[in-house]
């Protein structure tokens, strides 16, 4: 039986996806966090670490963690870029608390640093984890990054690494690449329906209406 594990780090979250002894471990969070991070691993069998986006606090501690569990990392090509440095996807911020974000964000982007990895899989809209064990498909949800992705487990279940937000409040992404694309994606992932969303910052809550306006869902 699929199972999400919520590892709580901070003001962020990485997540298990566990179904029987096999196991998918998605984002890494930041290095004070590693140990944290691994040992809430070692009780599984873990096949994959998946990133949902390129952006430092969801990929530091990547190649430790994949070096310490002997996984593969995957991601979406569409933010390898951002692996070198994450400013080369320039980010924007449309209210108050989206701006302090980002400026809290830019400053970590420029001080912290990103230990190399290369990704081995690459992953696009419609891939599946069922070789690794786990009833997931991949979701393409740009905006927030180019390459960022969502993971629909089971269709109950959908982690949506910076999609989505629920730091302050249940919303779309407080920061973003590309506006529009963001809008499109957060629209697509209303339609997909009942879900248990978790998000990269904040605590899960179920699928809604996340563009107001938006009357097909």
Same mark, same amino acid.
């Given at each position: 039986?699929?199972?999400?594990?919520?590892?709580?780090?901070?003001?962020?979250?990485?997540?298990?996806?566990?179904?029987?002894?096999?196991?998918?471990?998605?984002?890494?969070?930041?290095?004070?966090?590693?140990?944290?991070?691994?040992?809430?691993?070692?009780?599984?069998?873990?096949?994959?670490?998946?990133?949902?986006?390129?952006?430092?606090?969801?990929?530091?501690?990547?190649?430790?963690?994949?070096?310490?569990?002997?996984?593969?990392?995957?991601?979406?090509?569409?933010?390898?870029?951002?692996?070198?440095?994450? @400013? !080369?996807?320039?980010? =924007?911020?449309? %209210?108050?608390? #989206? &701006?302090?974000?980002?400026?809290?964000?830019?400053?970590?982007?420029?001080?912290?640093?990103?230990?190399?990895?290369?990704?081995?899989?690459?992953?696009?809209?419609?891939?599946?984890?069922?070789?690794?064990?786990?009833?997931?498909?991949?979701?393409?949800?740009?905006?927030?990054?180019?390459?960022?992705?969502?993971?629909?487990?089971?269709?109950?279940?959908?982690?949506?690494?910076?999609?989505?937000?629920?730091?302050?409040?249940?919303?779309?992404?407080?920061?973003?690449?590309?506006?529009?694309? @963001? !809008?499109?994606?957060? =629209?697509?992932? %209303?339609?997909? #329906? &009942?879900?248990?969303?978790?998000?990269?910052?904040?605590?899960?809550?179920?699928?809604?209406?996340?563009?107001?306006?938006?009357?097909?869902?």
């Amino acid at each position: 039986m699929e199972k999400i594990e919520r590892i709580s780090c901070g003001n962020g979250n990485c997540y298990i996806i566990s179904d029987g002894e096999n196991a998918v471990l998605v984002d890494t969070y930041r290095k004070e966090y590693k140990e944290k991070v691994l040992n809430a691993c070692k009780p599984y069998k873990m096949r994959l670490l998946v990133l949902t986006h390129g952006h430092m606090d969801h990929v530091q501690n990547a190649a430790f963690l994949s070096k310490e569990l002997h996984i593969p990392i995957a991601m979406c090509r569409e933010d390898a870029d951002l692996i070198q440095d994450n @400013m !080369l996807q320039p980010l =924007e911020a449309q %209210s108050i608390m #989206g &701006k302090i974000v980002l400026s809290v964000s830019v400053k970590s982007f420029q001080k912290d640093v990103i230990p190399p990895f290369s990704p081995d899989i690459w992953l696009s809209e419609g891939d599946t984890l069922h070789d690794y064990g786990i009833p997931a498909k991949i979701i393409a949800v740009p905006g927030h990054t180019n390459g960022s992705i969502a993971i629909d487990v089971a269709e109950k279940y959908l982690i949506v690494g910076d999609a989505l937000m629920n730091m302050f409040y249940p919303s779309v992404s407080l920061l973003y690449h590309d506006k529009e694309v @963001m !809008l499109k994606s957060a =629209e697509k992932i %209303s339609k997909l #329906g &009942k879900r248990t969303i978790y998000f990269g910052h904040g605590k899960p809550l179920s699928n809604r209406i996340w563009v107001k306006g938006d009357k097909d869902k």
